[in-house]
């Protein structure tokens, strides 16, 4: 009669003392108690537990067992102390207990019952994380689908337009993802004044990148500088020992998506020839245990190769007309008027700083041209070349047929149909550069103001061509400025700071960049107010890496190859960083 009362009958086929489990098939002997340990998966009952019991079979036995150390609703306190305790001892924020996530996991631990087992610490780390990973990364890209078209980027951006006013805006910044490029387009298409234009600071990224990767002699030169920089700061000591060695100096460190940085990290080893050289000759060096290494006699190697630290000069020199042009347009200011004739004046440089050894500068070159075309000049800054009254006179200019298209550019997309006549009229009478336009003032501003102030000074007589031509040389040529929002927001986000609501974030940056636009605003419009000398392009600002600190030192001094994250991905192929003008 028992048997027919107890449930856990159910589960096997009972046998004359004996039962066979229905899961597993194994046969035991014994009644209900040993069933029940059977089926509850706890081991060292004296009975083999079942390996393929349902979870919701072996949850029943387990309670039904009444292991000791179960607890009941009255010892829920107790409970409660436990979690207490496992809080503090590791130092697990209160709040998490808020927290839906927390909530989730408790309830389904209650759901799947006692047997659950935690997984070990490999298992957590190598599967589970890595597998919600891919459920966040397939999230992601499903939103993005979803969200960041380019029919979505244009009604955002056409709401930023029309709180600007649509008078008020030129230019639409962006770089090569397709999303943007085809809101530019959309956006084009409402507003006929506006242009698109790639990110110039961007381009000239991508072109160095291609340098390295595509110039063996230039990767070489840098793989090995790469080389130095990583061990000098791989060992406390060793950067310790270099520090005493150089008197403090610093080496930069590349960064994996800003391939300028391999250029200013270049720079810096070359700046420290002798000491460097000194260093590794020294008594201190060679009692280094680390000297022994393998990876430490290929840098010492390496250090003490003449011909190391000629190639590494040829290099810099190849790259600085880049670098020169990429400190024009990375900074803040009005610059289309000088990005033409600055890529004129690199390419040409690059020549003459090869030695006109045609087997380096034409693997540059080729390159060179490839980029200039896609990525960094647009129709718009060749006319902007053509409307800069100081190259437009000058010796160096040539009214070549890009010129000519850009002007046909500005004439088919920019200006009004009934302007159109008046203004093909006025340009005639700019390129006759007759002598009531060009005054002896107007010939002495050409050195003093910039185009766009002497347009503004000058350009009375021809009223039509001053309104485009102040209009397009007013604009910069990149986006680097939206950058100087991300940094915003990451020094707004700190560890102290996760805690606040988007809202606050927002006024944070909103503050933030504003106050520091008040700052300079004096001193910005007065330096937009002069001419750039091309030929003094290294007295610009150095080309800012932004995740180097000020000193131009990386805050964690053991990280030599930085990936950008997010953090501005304006500089890779794929990046999404636009800005309106």
Not at 56 to 84: M, N, R, S, T, W
Not at 279 to 304: C, D, H, P
Not at 520 to 532: N, Q, R, Y
Request: charged share 30%.
């Amino acid at each position: 009669m028992v048997r027919k009362k107890d449930p856990f009958w159910e589960y096997v086929d009972p046998l004359d003392g004996r039962f066979v489990c229905k899961f597993c098939g194994r046969n035991f002997p014994g009644g209900v108690p040993r069933i029940k340990s059977h089926l509850s998966g706890i081991t060292g009952r004296d009975i083999d537990i079942c390996a393929n019991v349902p979870d919701d079979v072996q949850a029943k036995a387990f309670l039904a067992i009444g292991v000791p150390g179960i607890y009941k609703k009255k010892d829920k306190d107790e409970v409660d102390k436990k979690l207490a305790k496992f809080f503090t001892l590791n130092n697990i924020a209160f709040n998490v207990v808020q927290k839906e996530s927390f909530k989730e996991f408790l309830r389904a631990i209650m759901d799947y019952g006692p047997s659950y087992k935690i997984p070990s610490y490999s298992i957590l780390r190598t599967k589970l994380i890595p597998d919600v990973k891919k459920d966040v990364e397939h999230y992601v890209a499903e939103v993005s689908k979803e969200k960041k078209t380019g029919t979505y980027l244009r009604d955002i951006l056409i709401t930023v337009v029309e709180d600007i006013g649509p008078q008020h805006v030129t230019q639409f910044i962006t770089d090569n993802a397709s999303n943007f490029e085809s809101a530019g387009d959309m956006l084009m298409g409402k507003y006929i004044h506006l242009y698109k234009t790639r990110c110039a600071a961007h381009g000239i990224q991508l072109l160095l990148k291609d340098i390295y990767g595509e110039v063996e002699w230039v990767r070489n030169v840098i793989d090995d500088a790469k080389l130095i920089v990583t061990y000098m700061y791989k060992h406390t000591i060793i950067l310790s020992l270099m520090r005493e060695h150089t008197n403090n100096k610093e080496l930069k460190h590349p960064c994996a998506t800003r391939f300028a940085s391999n250029f200013k990290m270049l720079e810096s080893v070359l700046n420290v020839e002798d000491e460097l050289r000194v260093f590794v000759a020294s008594s201190t060096w060679r009692g280094l245990e680390y000297s022994k290494q393998a990876m430490a006699k290929n840098v010492t190697s390496i250090i003490q190769r003449s011909e190391f630290w000629k190639q590494g000069k040829e290099v810099l020199h190849a790259l600085e007309p880049l670098v020169r042009v990429l400190r024009l347009v990375d900074g803040e200011g009005s610059t289309s008027a000088y990005l033409y004739e600055a890529m004129e004046r690199a390419k040409e440089a690059i020549k003459q700083n090869c030695h006109h050894n045609q087997s380096k500068y034409m693997q540059i070159w080729t390159l060179f041209e490839v980029r200039r075309s896609n990525n960094i000049i647009h129709p718009v800054h060749a006319a902007a070349a053509f409307l800069n009254p100081a190259y437009m006179r000058s010796e160096n200019f040539r009214e070549d047929k890009e010129i000519k298209e850009g002007i046909a550019y500005v004439l088919e997309n920019l200006v009004s149909p009934d302007e159109k006549s008046g203004f093909l009229k006025e340009l005639q009478l700019y390129r006759m550069k007759p002598s009531s336009l060009f005054t002896s003032t107007a010939i002495s501003m050409l050195k003093t103001s910039h185009p766009r102030v002497w347009w503004d000074f000058c350009g009375d007589s021809l009223p039509i061509l001053r309104k485009y031509a102040i209009r397009i040389l007013s604009q910069p040529c990149s986006s680097s400025p939206c950058e100087r929002n991300w940094s915003a927001w990451e020094a707004a986000q700190t560890k102290k700071r996760n805690r606040l609501t988007p809202e606050m974030l927002d006024t944070l940056v909103y503050v933030r960049m504003n106050t520091m636009m008040m700052e300079k605003f004096d001193v910005l419009k007065a330096k937009d107010l002069e001419p750039i000398d091309l030929d003094h392009l290294d007295e610009l600002p150095n080309y800012v890496d932004h995740d180097q600190d000020e000193d131009g030192d990386l805050s964690d001094a053991t990280n030599t190859l930085v990936p950008c994250d997010d953090d501005l991905t304006w500089l890779d192929d794929i990046g999404h960083t636009s800005s309106i003008q």
